[in-house]
Nanobody, 125 residues
């Protein structure tokens, strides 16, 4: 199967930076789209950033100009660089991906909407 594991969360002061990583493990053949969502306490999960298989990106208006999504296909890893963090960025951040895995020499399987377990980002005033 396939797993996504996020890392890089933590406590940072407002104005600081963090880089989140999302590592995919398993018999990965390719990662297509990848995205980052977040969920703050008492709020719904929201899309933060997304990158398509073709490399196009889009961002929530609240993070445009501050966050950058990227990926290293050779490492099966995605990243979210977060700069100029604000207290309102405090949330659990989740990565999600659309992945093709190798099941055998002749069989592939595509998994849509694979999710990681989340990593907590806390931004203090």
């Amino acid at each position: 199967q396939v797993q996504l594991v996020e890392s890089g969360g933590g406590l940072v002061q407002a104005g600081g930076s963090l880089r989140l990583s999302c590592a995919a493990s398993g018999s990965i053949e390719s990662i297509h789209a990848m995205g980052w969502f977040r969920q703050a306490p008492g709020k719904q999960r929201e899309l933060v950033a997304h990158t398509s298989s073709g490399g196009s990106t889009n961002y929530a208006d609240s993070v445009k100009g501050r966050f950058t999504i990227s990926r290293d296909n050779a490492k099966n890893t995605g990243y979210l660089q977060m700069n100029a963090l604000k207290p309102e960025d405090t949330a659990v951040y989740y990565c999600t991906a659309d992945v093709t895995i190798v099941k055998s020499d002749s069989e592939r399987a595509r998994y849509f909407d694979v999710w990681g377990q989340g990593t907590l980002v806390t931004v203090s005033p």
